[in-house]
């Protein structure tokens, strides 16, 4: 049974299969989420389908948009499937949840729509726009913490404010626009996993702005709202095997559904310029100490993931619950999270750290969700200065053992000239700037040193740390000559 409106009743009939029990009709567009993959599907627009189901917040339903070209594949899915999708969060229980979402109600391909886009954030019904665009999506010079100008795309749009192409160009042009009609701002809501990601997000549309008309960039600074927020919810990218999983369990046909695990956890500062929907009503958590708990979620959880993904994948794992099973893997993370991790971390009242790690590993070993390592391990060059480097930094100031941060650094080198020199054994890790990786692993004889001179990735200061550059060299030597496994047995002993 395809996926579509005049199918959901039927479908609403399928024993366990939540449906919309609101009329999509009567919902406005009060949040235009810019970057829809399977994150925000599985997150924002799910805690908006629960407040929808309540009977409350009408006024703030969702229109997607689509900034890349390759978007077009979720907007043809949408459009086909009249916005509906399914969302399975699966479990190694029986009880698979399966819910069909119908919270965003339109998808804005910017590259094809632009006028339509432009309109729809100048709309009054817009209140809030929320972006999941990636953490390399924000152009932030990672060795300086600040804006990056010089990017091509920004360039180009800081040339042509009138015809923006970047996700910044269109916020400036339409608040430019709003701020000339008299209009209120919108909050911009930033859902991605970057350290103070509200903060970040401020800092480059006041610098981006700043550089077309000071002016406008002091009213953004005034009107507009910038929560920081902690996202969480592991969500893999979808498989031929998850869709047909869906079928088989259910007879319902869907072309992109999501597949993610029952925990979902979002924090948020109550920032909200122009409005914001109900979220207490289900489990947002608010507070003003958002800080601590990103550096907790981001630290631990995504740190880990990292760790586990460079280290698993030489070992031959394709999915994260494997690494679970791996007792060396298992205690070298473990430790990554007690030893490296927690003692830089602020105390959290009402949060056990002891807890929240056993949580971690049990949701790491999630059988059923099978995340992949590949996805996990994407664009490392923007996640290890979010992810890792902080932890490294403070290991560094603090004078303690920098073994395990330097094998993951080793095994991450290794992905990259082994994937360089055709060793099949090893997969390509998707970077947008493999070219960075692969010219300084090709420069000579000075691998290590070389990889970590790259500023966008490591800063000014990893490479200039004698005990570091020595370890991952170290740890380098140890998994091409005894191989990865052996490495990690002598740094989970160590
Ligand atoms: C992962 C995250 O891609 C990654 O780097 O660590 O997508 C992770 O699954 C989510 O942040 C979980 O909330």
């Given at each position: 049974?395809?996926?579509?409106?005049?199918?959901?009743?039927?479908?609403?009939?399928?024993?366990?299969?939540?449906?919309?029990?609101?009329?999509?009709?009567?919902?406005?567009?009060?949040?235009?989420?810019?970057?829809?993959?399977?994150?925000?599907?599985?997150?924002?627009?799910?805690?908006?389908e629960k407040l929808l189901n309540l009977g409350a917040n009408q006024?703030?339903?969702?229109?997607?948009?689509g900034l890349l070209a390759q978007d077009s594949a979720m907007q043809q899915m949408l459009v086909e499937q009249d916005f509906l999708y399914t969302l399975v969060e699966l479990q190694d229980t029986d009880d698979t949840e399966t819910q069909i979402i119908g919270s965003i109600g339109d998808f804005i391909l910017a590259d094809q729509e632009k006028n339509r886009l432009i309109d729809k954030l100048l709309s009054d019904d817009t209140k809030i726009v929320s972006l999941t665009i990636t953490e390399g999506g924000y152009c932030i010079d990672d060795s300086?913490?600040?804006?990056?100008?010089?990017?091509?795309?920004?360039?180009?749009?800081?040339?042509?404010?009138?015809?923006?192409?970047?996700?910044?160009?269109y916020l400036t042009l339409a608040l430019k626009k709003r701020k000339e009609a008299g209009q209120k701002a919108f909050t911009i809501m930033s859902c991605d996993?970057?350290?103070?990601?509200?903060?970040?997000?401020?800092?480059?549309?006041?610098?981006?702005?700043?550089?077309?008309?000071?002016?406008?960039?002091?009213?953004?600074?005034?009107?507009?709202?910038?929560?920081?927020?902690?996202?969480?919810?592991?969500?893999?990218?979808?498989?031929?095997?998850?869709?047909?999983?869906?079928?088989?369990?259910?007879?319902?046909?869907?072309?992109?559904?999501?597949?993610?695990?029952?925990?979902?956890?979002?924090?948020?500062?109550?920032?909200?310029c122009n409005g914001r929907p109900d979220f207490e009503k289900v489990g947002v958590q608010f507070t003003d100490n958002v800080g601590a708990f990103e550096a907790m979620k981001i630290g631990l959880l995504n740190g880990s993931h990292l760790m586990l993904a460079c280290t698993g994948i030489l070992l031959g794992y394709e999915f994260a619950h494997q690494t679970m099973q791996d007792s060396s893997l298992r205690r070298y993370?473990?430790?990554?999270?007690?030893?490296?991790?927690?003692?830089?971390?602020?105390?959290?009242?009402?949060?056990?750290?002891?807890?929240?790690?056993?949580?971690?590993?049990?949701?790491?070993?999630?059988?059923?969700?099978?995340?992949?390592?590949?996805?996990?391990?994407?664009?490392?060059?923007?996640?290890?200065?979010?992810?890792?480097?902080?932890t490294l930094q403070w290991l560094i100031a603090h004078n303690k053992p920098l073994d395990r941060i330097a094998l993951m650094t080793?095994?991450?080198?290794?992905?990259?000239?082994?994937?360089l020199n055709g060793d099949t054994a090893i997969?390509?890790?998707?970077?947008?700037?493999?070219?960075?990786?692969?010219?300084?692993?090709?420069?000579?004889?000075?691998?290590?040193?070389?990889?970590?001179?790259?500023?966008?990735?490591?800063?000014?200061?990893?490479a200039q740390n004698p005990q570091f550059v020595e370890l991952v060299t170290l740890k380098l030597e140890q998994i091409e000559t005894l191989g990865m496994k052996e490495a990690l047995v002598l740094t989970v002993s160590c």
């Amino acid at each position: 049974m395809k996926l579509n409106t005049s199918n959901l009743s039927k479908i609403a009939s399928l024993a366990k299969i939540i449906t919309p029990n609101y009329d999509r009709d009567q919902v406005r567009q009060g949040i235009v989420h810019i970057g829809v993959g399977g994150f925000h599907r599985a997150h924002l627009a799910l805690y908006i389908e629960k407040l929808l189901n309540l009977g409350a917040n009408q006024d703030w339903g969702i229109c997607g948009v689509g900034l890349l070209a390759q978007d077009s594949a979720m907007q043809q899915m949408l459009v086909e499937q009249d916005f509906l999708y399914t969302l399975v969060e699966l479990q190694d229980t029986d009880d698979t949840e399966t819910q069909i979402i119908g919270s965003i109600g339109d998808f804005i391909l910017a590259d094809q729509e632009k006028n339509r886009l432009i309109d729809k954030l100048l709309s009054d019904d817009t209140k809030i726009v929320s972006l999941t665009i990636t953490e390399g999506g924000y152009c932030i010079d990672d060795s300086t913490g600040e804006f990056d100008p010089s990017i091509a795309q920004i360039q180009q749009d800081l040339n042509n404010p009138q015809n923006p192409n970047t996700i910044f160009g269109y916020l400036t042009l339409a608040l430019k626009k709003r701020k000339e009609a008299g209009q209120k701002a919108f909050t911009i809501m930033s859902c991605d996993n970057l350290p103070h990601n509200g903060d970040i997000t401020k800092k480059v549309l006041l610098s981006f702005s700043r550089l077309i008309d000071p002016q406008l960039s002091e009213w953004i600074a005034h009107n507009v709202s910038f929560p920081n927020s902690m996202v969480d919810r592991i969500t893999p990218a979808t498989s031929a095997d998850h869709k047909r999983f869906l079928l088989e369990k259910t007879g319902i046909e869907d072309s992109w559904p999501v597949v993610c695990e029952p925990f979902t956890q979002w924090v948020v500062e109550d920032n909200f310029c122009n409005g914001r929907p109900d979220f207490e009503k289900v489990g947002v958590q608010f507070t003003d100490n958002v800080g601590a708990f990103e550096a907790m979620k981001i630290g631990l959880l995504n740190g880990s993931h990292l760790m586990l993904a460079c280290t698993g994948i030489l070992l031959g794992y394709e999915f994260a619950h494997q690494t679970m099973q791996d007792s060396s893997l298992r205690r070298y993370v473990r430790q990554f999270m007690d030893n490296d991790v927690t003692p830089r971390l602020d105390e959290i009242v009402g949060v056990d750290f002891e807890e929240y790690k056993n949580t971690l590993i049990f949701r790491f070993a999630n059988v059923e969700i099978c995340d992949q390592l590949l996805r996990i391990a994407s664009d490392s060059c923007a996640k290890y200065p979010k992810f890792i480097l902080p932890t490294l930094q403070w290991l560094i100031a603090h004078n303690k053992p920098l073994d395990r941060i330097a094998l993951m650094t080793a095994a991450w080198i290794k992905c990259v000239t082994g994937a360089l020199n055709g060793d099949t054994a090893i997969p390509n890790i998707v970077d947008p700037k493999q070219d960075v990786l692969v010219q300084a692993v090709s420069k000579d004889s000075k691998t290590v040193e070389n990889f970590l001179a790259i500023e966008d990735v490591f800063g000014s200061h990893i490479a200039q740390n004698p005990q570091f550059v020595e370890l991952v060299t170290l740890k380098l030597e140890q998994i091409e000559t005894l191989g990865m496994k052996e490495a990690l047995v002598l740094t989970v002993s160590c």
